[in-house]
């Protein structure tokens, strides 16, 4: 295991990420996590992260110089490298030009860090401070025409420290390095594969759980389905699963759910058809957010009827991934966004404690683990679906018409988008039925109908989208399949905008 310490840096999920591709288990932690801990946890490596503070700024997160005598391997990046410059009595400055973007730099193949990286390699800069003057016993391995001080080393205690990101896309050569830093400096066995995950978390859970009942707040997404079968594999008929159909799923997909649960695996499974109430409460409703709330707090309302109906539970299963932990803060680490699953579950649904078997994993994990599972693909690699599914792909009021309709042009799209294998290298397509109505002319009649908008987008976080470049034979191939099958639609437009400024959703 190696442990990430976050000092506020953007990219840490990413080195996370890089870490585990490389076959070693790895969690992020609060830079505030004790030495005491980090000596209970003995991991085999200890990755800083870059961070927006000055080490020398009176508020900088900081940390026990302690550590770097644990004789447990470091790399520092970017901030982290200057916290471990400014920590054992190196100097670190004011950089008179920010350095940002793509570099080149040069590095030294003696470096267990850079070995088989080219000698002139590209990196991503991206710093306000620069070293200055390196601590003592450390030896520069890297540097740039703007940064003379790249990269440094201490062989004798294991200290690493690069002043650019490893971990990012625009740094070819970074996951050699951050390999070489796993392999050839902290000794890792690569042991760390979806299988043995899988199998080990589920005699975890049967241990854990024993005799007792569980409780599933099923959404038929891939997080809460993966997690589902997880705790089918352990406990089997212990498990009900409540599946909440609210009526704004795509086309065929909640019977799609409950085949998969009550043919495939062993579990109690509830299937609450709720189209209509939900229907009634978002009549008229236009305000995206508002929706948003109608549907969280109904989904809340119906899952607790149900559970009442099944009475006390020992455990409450959530689908929450690891993304999720770290996005509502570690330790001092900004909150980006508090999460919760189903849409904030009620404090008084009668359960004694809440299981996150996924709580550790990223969503490509998830999907990995959900294969090893027996969990169909089609399922597994479903595309991104939001909570209030449909309701805020259709702009403005929602009925059961326009959602029929949404969802017969949504099946279509992602239909051809499959047919022309694109639907693994695209990160999220769908349909959105805007309020827009226009003049067409079908059928030598006029007609008067709605405007569909594709949204494709290619990303690796989600954070950041561009739109993507679909073939034009696809996209008028997509367009006059709508067009000709789906009723009350007479215009097709392709999304080209971004994120920033759009955002991935419309609504």
């Keep these: ?41 003995a991991p ?25 005598s ?22 670190v400055s004011k950089a008179p030009v920010r350095e940002y973007g793509r570099t080149e730099i040069t590095v030294s193949d003696s470096s267990n860090l850079f070995k088989e990286v080219t000698t002139n390699t590209i990196c991503w ?9 390196p601590a003592a016993g450390f030896t520069v391995v890297a540097s740039s025409d703007s940064c003379p001080i790249a990269a440094i080393e201490n062989t004798e205690r294991n200290l690493y420290g690069v002043q650019f990101h490893p971990e990012v896309v625009h740094t070819p050569e970074g996951t050699k390095m951050l390999h070489n830093f796993l392999y ?6 690569g042991d760390w594969v979806m299988s043995s995950f899988a199998e080990e978390a589920v005699a975890n859970l049967k241990a854990k759980i024993g005799d007792k009942k569980v409780l ?30 609210h009526g704004l799923l795509r086309k065929n997909e909640g019977d799609e759910v409950e085949e998969i649960f009550t043919k495939q695996f062993d579990v109690n499974f509830v299937r609450v058809n709720a189209q209509q109430r939900f229907y009634d409460k978002l009549a008229g409703v236009c305000e995206p957010e508002q929706k948003r709330k109608i549907i969280g707090e109904e989904f809340i309302r119906v899952f607790e009827e149900e559970a009442k109906k099944i009475g006390t539970v020992d455990f409450l299963v959530q689908g929450t991934i690891y993304p999720d932990v770290i996005e509502s803060g570690l330790g001092k680490s900004a909150v980006i966004k508090s999460h919760h699953n189903v849409g904030g579950l009620p404090d008084y649904v009668d359960f004694k404690e809440i299981i996150e078997p996924l709580r550790n994993l990223f969503k490509d994990e998830v999907r990995k683990v959900g294969l090893e599972l027996g969990i169909p693909e089609k399922l597994v690699f479903r595309q991104p679906f939001p909570g209030p599914g449909l309701a805020i792909r259709i702009i403005g009021d ?35 039925l805007t309020n827009l109505r226009s003049v067409g002319v079908m059928g030598d009649e006029r007609t008067y109908d709605y405007t569909i908008a594709l949204r ?52």
């Design 184 to 189: 050839r400096v902290c000794n890792c066995n």
């Design 456 to 507: 494709a987008v290619t990303t690796t976080d989600f954070m950041t989208a561009e739109f993507a470049e679909l073939p034009w034979e696809l996209l008028g191939r997509i367009s006059n399949r709508i067009v000709n099958e789906v009723k009350h639609v007479n215009r097709i437009c392709y999304d080209i905008t971004g994120k920033p400024p759009a955002t991935i959703e419309w609504e």
């Design 1 to 41: 295991m190696v442990i990430v310490l976050d000092f506020g840096g953007q990219y840490n999920q990413l080195i996370a990420r890089r870490v585990r591709e490389c076959n070693v288990y790895c969690e992020v932690l609060p830079y505030t996590t004790s030495l005491d801990r980090i000596r209970e946890i």
């Design 216 to 245: 599933c707040a099923l959404s038929g997404g891939v997080d809460s389905s993966v997690a589902a079968v997880m705790i089918s594999k352990a406990v089997g008929k212990q498990l009900t699963c409540i599946f909440v159909d």
């Design 44 to 68: 085999k490596g200890i990755i800083f992260t870059g961070g927006p503070a000055s080490v020398y700024a009176p508020d900088a997160p900081s940390i026990d110089p302690g550590i770097f």
């Design 398 to 432: 929602v009925t059961p018409e326009k959602i029929a309709i949404l969802q017969d042009a949504d099946y279509i799209y992602r239909e051809e988008i499959a047919k022309a294998g694109l639907d693994r290298s695209i990160g999220q397509y769908f349909a959105v």
């Design 70 to 91: 644990l004789g447990i391997p470091v790399l520092g990046i970017c901030y982290g490298c200057q916290l471990m410059t400014y920590l054992l009595g190196g100097t």
């Design 125 to 133: 800069m991206s710093h306000t401070d620069y070293i200055e003057k």
